[in-house]
């Protein structure tokens, strides 16, 4: 199993332009999600999603938009990226919800986003 | 929605010492606390959890106490080693089911020195 896998690693955008950042999982989680993760600030849930053609916001959603038309992959797009979207974004998977026997998360390596 | 807080943001020790990382949270209504271990430049991995219905959880030198009454939990870690240094993030999952959502601290780094 390759686990989550993310893509993009590295990323530099200017103001305004729009990206795509893939997120696949080949665990058949049910439980998707996405985190950005800044200095001092810890990880900040921005979108998240309980199954194919469910999804729902987290803490920052503002600025991302996600589908889920499929169990294994959760794409996050920027429509027009800003420089305070500068950070490090994680995607997420678990079997089943956070708050569940089987809740345990799994993390992506990482995508590092530059907007300039 | 949920609020939790850590401390310290970050720690040092010696190695062979005791490390106590603490985090309070806001909503009485959470359940679970996870504790993520994330290396430099690494992805977050869960080292140790602890349910509602649990006082204390304990896995080789590692463990998690809960104070529900007081809404706060610790993660404690004796006889560090230098592979323990690494950003220690505490969380609380507000909800059941699949439609929960996990609140994370802001992370303790911590450093372990020879």
């Known amino acids: 199993n390759a686990g989550v896998t993310q893509t993009p690693k590295f990323q530099v955008l200017k103001t305004g332009q729009s990206m795509t950042l893939q997120c696949a999982q080949d665990m058949n989680h049910e439980y998707m999600s996405w985190y950005r993760q800044d200095p001092g600030m810890g990880l900040r849930l921005i979108h998240y999603s309980v199954g194919a053609g469910i999804t729902d916001q987290g803490e920052v959603p503002n600025g991302y938009n996600v589908s889920r038309s499929t169990t294994e992959d959760f794409p996050l797009r920027l429509l027009s990226a800003a420089p305070s979207q500068t950070s490090v974004y994680f995607c997420a998977s678990s079997y089943s919800g956070t708050g569940t026997l089987y809740g345990e998360l799994f993390f992506g390596e990482g995508s590092r986003l530059t907007v300039l | 929605g949920e609020n939790v807080e850590q401390h310290p943001s970050t720690l040092s020790v010696q190695e062979g010492d005791s490390a106590v990382i603490k985090c309070t949270y806001s909503?009485?209504?959470?359940?679970?606390f996870p504790w993520y271990k994330q290396e430099l430049g690494k992805r977050p991995q869960l080292i140790i959890d602890i349910r509602s219905n649990v006082g204390e959880k304990k896995d080789q030198r590692i463990a998690v106490t809960l104070n529900k009454t007081a809404k706060h939990f610790s993660l404690h870690i004796t006889e560090t080693q230098p592979e323990d240094s690494a950003v220690y993030f505490c969380?609380?999952?507000?909800?059941?089911?699949?439609?929960?959502?996990?609140?994370f601290g802001t992370g303790t780094r911590l450093q372990v020195t020879l």
């Open positions: 969380a609380a999952s507000l909800g059941t089911g699949t439609a929960s959502k996990l609140t």
């Open positions: 909503d009485s209504a959470s359940n679970y």
